[in-house]
């Protein structure tokens, strides 16, 4: 199991600056949920995004640090549900860590 000082998303970041992040509008904190409507912007009347992912380059508006380097998601308590899906050493952690030349994780996140 991965602590705090082990956390190898604390020093990589890649996800956040790789992926669209689409959710429930019904996650947002004017609507019942936790997420800062602030971050999000509407993409219709059921879905919302978080800021900054659907650029060309895509980075989370909630991301704060260095890519590869220390990373931390300013709103890691109420991130969305794709954020809370997505787990270090998924086939999309690789591919995020790929894009950003990182080097892959692979079964040593395994054994933390």
């Known amino acids: 199991m991965t602590t705090p000082a082990t956390n190898p998303c604390q020093s990589c970041g890649a996800c956040c600056a790789s992926y669209r992040v689409d959710f429930s509008v019904f996650e947002l904190d004017d609507r019942g ?57 998924s086939d999309a952690c690789e591919r995020a860590r790929a894009r950003h030349g990182l080097p892959a994780l692979g079964d040593a996140i395994r054994l933390l």
């Open 33 to 89: 949920g936790r997420v800062p409507g602030g971050l999000a912007v509407d993409v219709n009347d059921t879905i919302a995004r978080m800021r900054g992912t659907d650029h060309a380059r895509p980075r989370c508006a909630a991301l704060t640090g260095r890519i590869g380097e220390k990373v931390a998601c300013g709103i890691y308590e109420w991130r969305p549900n794709p954020c809370h899906e997505l787990q270090a050493g």
